[in-house]
């Protein structure tokens, strides 16, 4: 985007050189004060001003460019860095409190700044010491974090102020907040003093005045504190000044900067208007023109040019549809990035509604400006509870804590799950349920199922920690970040969804968590331990300029944030009455904001309200609409419980209920588009080949399921190759083709039941007394798998019941001929070959075949005609032997059950005889036979194969 070139307005008398338009080279010595409205070109002004300044022979360590704000100044240095053609060794903007924290240093190198956390620990010592609390208030308000807030407000207004406890004593009208600042300010200096550390509302009214610039200039001059202009009216005596500024922007009234204060600080510089160059004059006239008369000069926009859109919905899910639809279209018919695209809201709490529902719409977002303490930040404060954990004992409620977070991952569920599992260990069964989770952080277990693993990933870092105990604190993050693998987060960021946004957050608190710990440690503040604990208790963030994720994404913000940066299209969502703007009063519990207001000449006394509130709104929303270079679309919400902004109004807007739904799900789309073309229809085929070109996902024919062709048409068996088949895949085949071709193939779904089958049979080979089978049994236990211990141990309690049922058939049981005899039939191409669990000798000589079953024990009917069991006697009768019969040793109900099937009867022998002839043509075919009504559509294996469905991936 191409920013704005400032314009001088026609009755500036200054010739503009051709090498620089919009340039009056009166800026380069002396004092001049640049006043423009939004878009009019101010910041770039200054820029080519710096560039100017250079070309003049000024060396860029002679030029000192501020800002209000850190953010500001990166992007501003930025700016000025790409356009000079000259090398500097300081940076080439700063904001006025990094630069006084400077002077600071160069007076003092191991000065440091008092955290807010440190501010609050004081002043909570200094509370629950003091003898005269609580002042009137009960001792549960006084300890309230809330209190200890505004009692650090009440400070800050008397430090910014300059004020001595004598000028406390002397203001006439006493009030709560005064009496406590009169008899907490001394203790807090002197407290203060004993850290070592400068408060920061002191970091300029008491930063050094020496410098050796040349020119100093000053972007967004009007949102300068009073401390802040007077460090500046200071450090420029005898130098070069410019300030760029627009009283109608200004949005800090609320502290100590005042709308004028630039200017009437400086009251006999030249001012400089700059020509209005916005698209939306008209609704910047009608703003400004509700602003102070004596704010009025020629770089007020004049009313002309289009106005800006508005529209109202009747809930904010169709406001959200529709927000995300117009990104989505201007994205891809205007071909515009998401990053030219801000969505501005009144409270940080609207962006994180904003944020959430943008992107379950897959419109990929960033919000901007200030950011929630580390505490707040579920990834950050996860990192910080196991530090916590590490270093210093912990309730089990930190633990469960810890464990539902993203850190570990497991839901409330998998706690549930986790806590069985643990039972199961004879360690936790009659533990102190106070201390359960406290405890089992003491024992790594094995790992079996997944929670397990998660609860072993913890104690495992944990142990890591303790065995530092003297890390500093970005060696003990960087621990944990290298075994949180964030790798992942970056794989799953790359998207628009949720669960991308979610990522992404996590990645951006573990940076701004790195950026912290860094500072804490130059600081010299502390251990890991140290660190944790402050940032544990520290509920207001940190001004940090640590990165973030760098993907093309809508911009949120506040208004208040806005400043010193423009984008093509700016939406003004959930305008609501009493939201924006917010008529209430700008007071506090302890009068903070009124002290400010009596010591700035805003009201005649410190116990009177400071009014205003509309015009600090005005401003805001001015500075918004502003920042729009080509669109600016404002919306609201209108039921029986919201009502649309006042703005609307006075903008002169009549936004009519917008009832167009909006479809936004893409998924539903792409359905729909697959829907009509499975039928033939193929007018939407060209959207549907767009939308896989996009990554929608199941658009592209490669995620459908059924569309494949067949992998091979060969048969199972070559032409004159042996056909092997298994007797115990009899019942099977004669079921089903299909579903005996899906058993044999990988779809059988074998797990823990065919392991243990498989073990009691061993163990019946094995033969024996009762107690060398359970030997044999336990001594083999461990080759089988579980998903949790308890698991474990219920199905040993079921295979020894087993095993005994085992015991109880051999003690009683024939003379044993042969066990797991092998034997092999053959009839044409079909080979029957496989092992009998038992053959046994009777009294008599006849033999009889035994099968052991740990499954479903079948009924004596099944027996009877048994296909496997007569497929053993017809090998027996091939070996040789006189038959007796057949019998199934059945223990699958944990207990035994012996069901005899007859010796062969020429009806079951015919039966057989026939079946094998069938699985002889069939088994090594390339097709099979589907017994559809009678079991496929019963049989969820054999849907899967026969189902005739298209499905995305």
Same mark, same amino acid.
């Given at each position: ?402 464990? #539902?977070? =993203? +850190?570990?991952?497991?839901? @409330? &569920?998998?706690?549930?799950? $986790? ?6 260990? !004879? ?41 530092h105990p003297e890390a500093s604190a970005p060696q003990a993050i960087s621990l944990v970040l290298e075994a949180a693998n964030l790798s992942q987060r970056q794989v799953l960021g790359r998207g628009n969804s949720a669960v991308a946004r979610g990522a992404n957050l996590d990645i951006d608190a573990a940076l701004q968590l790195v950026a912290a710990a860094n500072r ?21 963030? #940190?001004? =940090? +300029?640590?990165?973030?994720? @760098? &993907?093309?994404?809508?911009? $949120? ?6 400043? !010193? ?27 903070a904001s009124s002290l400010a207001g009596y010591l700035s000449g805003k009201v005649e006394s410190p116990d009177r309200v400071v009014r205003g509130e509309l015009q600090d709104e005005i401003r805001l929303l001015y500075k918004a609409i502003g920042a729009a270079s080509q669109r600016c679309e404002l919306s609201a919400m209108i039921s029986s419980e919201e009502q ?8 002169g807007l009549e936004p009519e209920i917008s009832l167009e739904l909006v479809s936004f799900d893409l998924r539903r789309l792409v359905g729909s588009y697959r829907a009509q073309l499975r039928v033939g229809n193929t007018e939407n085929v060209g959207k549907l080949a767009a939308l896989a070109l996009m990554g929608v996902p199941g658009a592209h024919p490669s995620s ?250």
């Amino acid at each position: 985007m191409t920013p704005a070139e400032a314009v001088f307005v026609p009755a500036t008398p200054s010739s503009l050189p051709s090498t620089l338009p919009g340039f009056a080279p009166d800026l380069l010595t002396g004092h001049h004060a640049v006043v423009g409205s939004p878009g009019s070109g101010k910041t770039t002004l200054l820029g080519q001003l710096v560039i100017e300044v250079e070309r003049a022979g000024v060396e860029p360590s002679d030029i000192l460019v501020l800002t209000p704000n850190r953010a500001q100044a990166s992007d501003l240095r930025d700016q000025v860095s790409l356009d000079s053609q000259k090398a500097a060794a300081a940076p080439r903007a700063q904001s006025i409190t990094s630069f006084a924290f400077a002077q600071h240093r160069i007076k003092e190198a191991g000065v440091r700044l008092l955290s807010g956390s440190a501010q609050q620990k004081i002043l909570r010592e200094l509370v629950s010491s003091s003898p005269k609390a609580p002042w009137g208030f009960n001792f549960q308000t006084v300890s309230l974090e809330g209190f200890i807030q505004e009692i650090r407000d009440l400070i800050t207004v008397c430090l910014e102020f300059n004020l001595e406890p004598k000028q406390l004593e002397e203001i006439t009208v006493k009030t709560k907040g005064i009496d406590i600042a009169t008899e907490l300010l001394p203790l807090y200096l002197e407290a203060v003093k004993r850290s070592g550390a400068l408060d920061p509302a002191l970091l300029i009214s008491t930063a050094p005045r020496q410098a050796s610039f040349s020119h100093i200039l000053v972007d967004d001059a009007h949102d300068f504190s009073r401390a802040g202009l007077e460090f500046v009216a200071e450090l420029s005596q005898g130098k070069n000044l410019v300030l760029f500024g627009d009283p109608d922007a200004a949005s800090l009234g609320f502290r100590t900067a005042l709308p004028e204060g630039y200017l009437s600080r400086f009251p006999s510089v030249p001012k400089h208007y700059l020509e209005p160059r916005t698209k939306f004059s008209q609704a910047l006239s009608k703003l400004s023109g509700k602003l102070p008369a004596q704010l009025a000069g020629p770089q007020r926009p004049k009313p002309a040019g289009v106005t800006v859109g508005a529209r109202t919905f009747l809930n904010q899910v169709a406001e959200a549809d529709w927000l995300a639809a117009e990104i989505r279209r201007a994205r891809l018919q205007e071909n515009l990035s998401f990053s030219g695209i801000a969505v501005v809201a009144r409270t940080r709490p609207q962006l994180e509604q904003l944020a959430s529902a943008l992107s379950a719409r897959n419109v990929p977002v960033s919000i901007s400006g200030s950011q929630s303490a580390l505490r707040d930040q579920p990834f950050a404060r996860a990192v910080l509870e196991l530090l916590r954990l590490a270093y210093q004992s912990s309730e089990s409620t930190d633990v469960v804590q810890l464990l #539902e977070s =993203s +850190l570990v991952g497991l839901d @409330s &569920i998998g706690i549930r799950r $986790l806590r069985r599992q643990l039972i199961a260990f !004879g360690d936790f069964e009659y533990s102190d349920p106070a201390q359960f989770w406290a405890s089992a952080l003491e024992i790594e277990h094995e790992p079996k199922t997944s929670e397990i693993k998660k609860l072993n990933f913890v104690i495992a870092l944990l142990r890591t920690l303790r065995g530092h105990p003297e890390a500093s604190a970005p060696q003990a993050i960087s621990l944990v970040l290298e075994a949180a693998n964030l790798s992942q987060r970056q794989v799953l960021g790359r998207g628009n969804s949720a669960v991308a946004r979610g990522a992404n957050l996590d990645i951006d608190a573990a940076l701004q968590l790195v950026a912290a710990a860094n500072r804490f440690s130059e600081n010299n503040l502390g251990d890991a331990r140290t660190f944790c604990l402050e940032q544990l208790e520290q509920s207001i963030p #940190e001004d =940090s +300029l640590a990165a973030t994720s @760098s &993907i093309d994404a809508v911009v $949120l913000t506040t208004a208040s944030s806005i400043s !010193g940066r423009s984008f093509h299209t700016v939406f003004l969502p959930r305008l609501q009455d009493g939201i924006w703007p917010n008529l209430r009063p700008r007071t506090s519990l302890l009068g903070a904001s009124s002290l400010a207001g009596y010591l700035s000449g805003k009201v005649e006394s410190p116990d009177r309200v400071v009014r205003g509130e509309l015009q600090d709104e005005i401003r805001l929303l001015y500075k918004a609409i502003g920042a729009a270079s080509q669109r600016c679309e404002l919306s609201a919400m209108i039921s029986s419980e919201e009502q649309p902004s006042q703005f609307f109004q006075l903008l002169g807007l009549e936004p009519e209920i917008s009832l167009e739904l909006v479809s936004f799900d893409l998924r539903r789309l792409v359905g729909s588009y697959r829907a009509q073309l499975r039928v033939g229809n193929t007018e939407n085929v060209g959207k549907l080949a767009a939308l896989a070109l996009m990554g929608v996902p199941g658009a592209h024919p490669s995620s459908w399921q059924g569309l494949l062709p067949l992998s091979t048409d060969e048969p199972l068996v070559s032409e004159g190759e042996k056909v092997r088949f298994s007797p115990s895949k009899l019942e099977a085949f004669e079921k089903c083709p299909v579903h005996w071709f899906i058993e044999s193939f990988g779809g059988d779904g074998s797990g823990f039941e065919a392991s243990l089958g498989t073990l009691l049979h061993a163990a019946m080979e094995q033969g024996g007394h009762r107690d060398e089978l359970v030997q044999y049994l336990e001594s083999n236990w461990h080759t089988l798998e579980f998903e949790s211990s308890w698991q474990a141990q219920t199905q040993k309690r079921k295979a020894l019941r087993m095993l005994s049922a085992v015991a109880d058939y051999l003690e009683s049981a024939d003379l044993l001929m042969q066990a797991e005899q092998k034997f092999e039939l053959n009839l044409g191409r079909l080979q029957i070959a496989g092992k009998i669990d038992r053959v046994e000798q009777l009294p008599d000589g006849s033999v009889a075949v035994v099968d052991l079953k740990t499954g479903r024990t079948p009924s004596q009917a099944e027996v009877s005609g048994h296909r496997q069991l007569a497929v053993y006697q017809l090998a027996m009768r091939e070996l040789g032997h006189e038959l007796a019969g057949a019998k199934i040793v059945s223990v699958g109900e944990q207990k035994l059950k012996v069901l005899q099937q007859p010796p062969l009867t020429e009806e079951l022998e015919s039966e057989i005889t026939k079946l094998l002839a069938d699985v002889e043509q069939q088994a090594g075919a390339a097709r099979f036979a589907a017994n559809v009504s009678s079991h496929c559509l019963q049989a969820g294996n054999c849907q899967l194969l026969i189902g005739k469905v298209i499905t995305g991936g």
